[in-house]
């Protein structure tokens, strides 16, 4: 679920829940998260990292 806020210059909020979910090298303007639970495992330029539940993530533009 994606709610973009006005009032945040059409901040995107995306509400997702995944599971073994594996996305090819792609890249975003920007991102931040937030991971309430669980883990999410990055992996950037051959480097490996994990975001435990309670994490807040920031990637870089244009990182793959």
Excluded: M, W, Y
Excluded at 23 to 40: K, M, S, T, V, W
């Amino acid at each position: 679920h994606i709610t973009r806020l006005r009032a945040l210059n059409g901040l995107e909020l995306k509400d997702a829940r995944f599971q073994r979910q594996v996305f090819p090298a792609h890249f975003h303007d920007r991102q931040f998260g937030l991971i309430e639970e669980g883990i999410e495992q990055l992996t950037f330029q051959d480097r490996t990292f994990a975001a435990p539940a309670r994490s807040v993530i920031v990637i870089n533009p244009a990182d793959v």
